[in-house]
């Protein structure tokens, strides 16, 4: 099988020769730069210059060669956001880990150091993102809506955000893709609603005006809506008919439960989750719908089916009710589910090599049936960059990613 029709045979719930692999196929099944500095070292492409195409989270782009090293399935069509305000159009060398790499960022990436040591991104005089000393992400420190208490606030910031030269970046950039590979190619559009909030008005005060101000905060989620329907237009006229798969995301879930409630969740965001899905498969029928939701979702699964989502990633195994043999028995003739092929909170991060291979082996044989497509690398967990990553590691790694379902 080609990767391609690796990744669809799974979609499609149906057998593979293998299970799907996907280092860096989307932003959660992304890697920190530093870990893909030490990977690019192992596998010895020593000269390969890392870059980071999403400086919130500093993930960087994986490179073909080592791809096909991982034997990882997907590729992410990238939007052209960088993260604030930068485009990866274009680049521009950085040495912002100290570290004697070579580092590119997208142009536009200009940070700052504070008098306690922090990066500052500013934008018009604004600090919009910090990263602590010795840290190893951005945290974003600027809510435009913040304390907004009518629509023109949200009308001057919500609004269609695909031009020309980005859908001119998308087709170019797939393109390449299609001609240079066989693998499945995930469109990254977003289509966030609850991270939106989040973002735009901060976490806290969101959350607390969907109780205390929810006509405005509807205005603002239909907005939301309305910009998404004509992005998406334009996006599946320029690259609908030659990607696999189009991804959206929310996180809707926490460690212990779900972020917000049922009611909640079934009255403002289910069915603008619908309203997304069912304007995708009304222009493109055949296109996959993936949702990334994070947490303990369990309760909200059967609603994503029913808006029309059909592939449901990370699967956070530890989370609340989130066990694979649950999800396989309750749900796996309606939904793909991908991820899950490692506990990724402490095994993958502190467990010995053979407990995190065993982990692997079990997980596989457990769920042989399940027809799910796996997160199966050490090296992809975003939030993780600190694991000394071996030779005897890739070795393992090499042999664990060849076990069959059969």
């Given at each position: 099988?080609?990767?391609?029709?690796?990744?669809?045979?799974?979609?499609?719930?149906?057998?593979?020769?293998?299970?799907?692999?996907?280092?860096?196929?989307?932003?959660?099944?992304?890697?920190?730069?530093?870990?893909?500095?030490?990977?690019?070292?192992?596998?010895?492409?020593?000269?390969?210059?890392?870059?980071?195409?999403?400086?919130?989270?500093?993930?960087?782009?994986?490179?073909?060669?080592?791809?096909?090293?991982?034997?990882?399935?997907?590729?992410?069509?990238?939007?052209?956001?960088?993260?604030?305000?930068?485009?990866?159009?274009?680049?521009i060398e950085c040495d912002l880990f100290k570290n004697s790499s070579k580092y590119l960022f997208p142009q536009g990436f200009d940070p700052k150091k504070a008098e306690?040591?922090?990066?500052?991104?500013?934008?018009?005089?604004?600090?919009?993102?910090?990263?602590?000393?010795?840290?190893?992400?951005?945290?974003?420190?600027?809510?435009?809506?913040?304390?907004?208490?009518?629509?023109?606030?949200?009308?001057?910031?919500?609004?269609?955000?695909?031009?020309?030269?980005?859908?001119?970046?998308?087709?170019?950039?797939?393109?390449?893709?299609?001609?240079?590979?066989?693998?499945?190619?995930?469109?990254?559009?977003?289509?966030?609603?609850?991270?939106?909030?989040?973002?735009?008005?901060?976490?806290?005060?969101?959350?607390?005006?969907?109780?205390?101000?929810?006509?405005?905060?509807?205005?603002?989620?239909?907005?939301?809506?309305?910009?998404?329907?004509?992005?998406?237009?334009?996006?599946?006229?320029?690259?609908?008919?030659?990607?696999?798969?189009?991804?959206?995301?929310?996180?809707?879930?926490?460690?212990?439960?779900?972020?917000?409630?049922?009611?909640?969740?079934?009255?403002?965001?289910?069915?603008?989750?619908?309203?997304?899905?069912?304007?995708?498969?009304?222009?493109?029928?055949?296109?996959?719908?993936?949702?990334?939701?994070?947490?303990?979702?369990?309760?909200?699964?059967?609603?994503?089916?029913?808006?029309?989502?059909?592939?449901?990633?990370?699967?956070?195994?530890?989370?609340?009710?989130?066990?694979?043999?649950?999800?396989?028995?309750?749900?796996?003739?309606?939904?793909?589910?991908?991820?899950?092929?490692?506990?990724?909170?402490?095994?993958?991060?502190?467990?010995?090599?053979?407990?995190?291979?065993?982990?692997?082996?079990?997980?596989?044989?457990?769920?042989?049936?399940?027809?799910?497509?796996?997160?199966?690398?050490?090296?992809?967990?975003?939030?993780?960059?600190?694991?000394?990553?071996?030779?005897?590691?890739?070795?393992?790694?090499?042999?664990?990613?060849?076990?069959?379902?059969?």
């Amino acid at each position: 099988m080609t990767s391609r029709e690796r990744i669809v045979s799974a979609m499609r719930h149906s057998e593979s020769d293998r299970v799907p692999i996907d280092l860096g196929g989307m932003r959660s099944t992304g890697i920190h730069a530093i870990a893909y500095r030490r990977l690019c070292d192992l596998l010895g492409f020593s000269e390969l210059s890392v870059k980071v195409y999403d400086v919130h989270q500093m993930l960087a782009h994986v490179d073909e060669c080592v791809r096909k090293e991982i034997h990882s399935d997907v590729i992410e069509l990238k939007r052209l956001n960088g993260g604030f305000g930068t485009r990866i159009d274009s680049w521009i060398e950085c040495d912002l880990f100290k570290n004697s790499s070579k580092y590119l960022f997208p142009q536009g990436f200009d940070p700052k150091k504070a008098e306690d040591g922090s990066l500052v991104i500013a934008r018009d005089g604004i600090e919009v993102a910090r990263m602590p000393q010795g840290g190893h992400y951005f945290d974003r420190s600027y809510f435009p809506l913040h304390g907004a208490t009518g629509k023109k606030e949200i009308d001057m910031v919500v609004g269609p955000k695909l031009i020309d030269q980005e859908t001119e970046f998308l087709k170019r950039q797939l393109g390449k893709i299609r001609n240079s590979t066989e693998c499945a190619v995930i469109g990254a559009f977003g289509g966030n609603f609850v991270e939106a909030g989040h973002s735009l008005f901060g976490y806290q005060e969101f959350m607390e005006r969907l109780i205390t101000d929810l006509p405005l905060m509807e205005y603002f989620l239909d907005r939301l809506l309305e910009s998404y329907q004509i992005d998406l237009e334009r996006y599946l006229a320029a690259v609908g008919d030659e990607i696999d798969i189009i991804q959206i995301g929310d996180d809707y879930g926490t460690q212990g439960n779900t972020a917000i409630s049922p009611r909640v969740f079934r009255s403002i965001f289910k069915p603008r989750l619908k309203a997304v899905c069912d304007f995708i498969h009304s222009r493109k029928p055949e296109l996959f719908i993936f949702l990334h939701s994070c947490g303990s979702i369990y309760p909200f699964i059967p609603d994503f089916i029913d808006a029309g989502i059909q592939i449901l990633n990370p699967v956070q195994t530890n989370a609340r009710n989130i066990e694979p043999e649950k999800l396989k028995r309750k749900f796996g003739k309606d939904i793909v589910f991908r991820g899950g092929g490692c506990e990724t909170q402490h095994t993958l991060p502190f467990g010995s090599l053979k407990e995190v291979e065993d982990d692997v082996k079990k997980r596989i044989e457990e769920n042989r049936y399940f027809r799910a497509w796996w997160r199966l690398c050490l090296f992809s967990h975003p939030q993780y960059s600190g694991r000394s990553i071996t030779r005897e590691d890739l070795q393992t790694f090499r042999i664990c990613v060849r076990i069959r379902f059969r």
